[in-house]
């Protein structure tokens, strides 16, 4: 479990080695498997009942974007399932993510895509950061992934507001 380590090599986090114990039980590192995906009236039916949400999602984070261009990340939005309901960003950062199957109405949750941020932000109730191996399925080794979980008024999950980045880039973001 190389990855399991804080990001700042205080040793292992107990979130992540404990999704990877849980990951390690249902699927391989090495297999990616491009995730299910909401379409059509699915789709429709989740994103009407999250508008509320993503009105006020999709403005901050296109505000968030104006003053991050020109840097190659995404911004995504999901509800509280890990469905990815809006995704905002660089077009050749989404165009690799689109690859491994990360758009509209994927599911990202911790059975499906393994230890990632996206998934443990909406479990652990925190804003979580994982990058390069801490990912248990080896696909994602070359992203880094912050998410943080959105609550209602009376304090339930009701969404994630998630960023990422591949991995390459990332020391030109903090620079800047």
């Known amino acids: 479990m190389s990855g399991a380590f804080n990001n700042d090599g205080r040793g292992i986090s107990p979130l992540i080695a404990t999704s990877w114990e849980r990951c390690n039980k249902l699927m391989k590192?090495?297999?990616?498997?491009v995730p299910h995906q909401a379409q059509g009236v699915t789709f429709a039916s989740i994103y009407r009942r999250k508008k509320a949400?993503?009105?006020?999602?999709?403005a901050a984070l296109e505000d968030a974007w104006e003053y991050m261009a020109p840097r190659e990340c995404a911004l995504l939005i999901l509800?509280?399932?890990?469905?990815?309901?809006?995704r905002n960003g660089d077009p050749q950062t989404?165009?690799?993510?689109s690859v491994l199957g990360?758009?509209?109405?994927?599911?990202?949750?911790?059975g499906i895509i393994g230890t990632c941020a996206l998934s443990l932000a909406a479990i652990s109730g925190?804003?979580?950061?994982?990058m390069a191996d801490q990912h248990f399925k080896q696909a994602l080794w070359n992203w880094a992934f912050c998410a943080t979980p959105l609550f209602d008024s009376k304090g339930r999950l009701t969404g994630t507001i998630a960023w990422r980045?591949?991995?390459?880039?990332?020391?030109?973001l903090i620079c800047r």
């Open 94 to 97: 989404l165009q690799q993510l």
């Open 79 to 86: 509800d509280e399932t890990a469905c990815i309901l809006s």
């Open 29 to 33: 590192r090495e297999t990616w498997n």
């Open 126 to 130: 925190q804003a979580v950061k994982t």
């Open 165 to 172: 980045v591949r991995l390459s880039k990332l020391p030109q």
């Open 53 to 58: 949400m993503l009105t006020l999602g999709q």
């Open 102 to 110: 990360f758009n509209d109405g994927t599911y990202c949750a911790e």
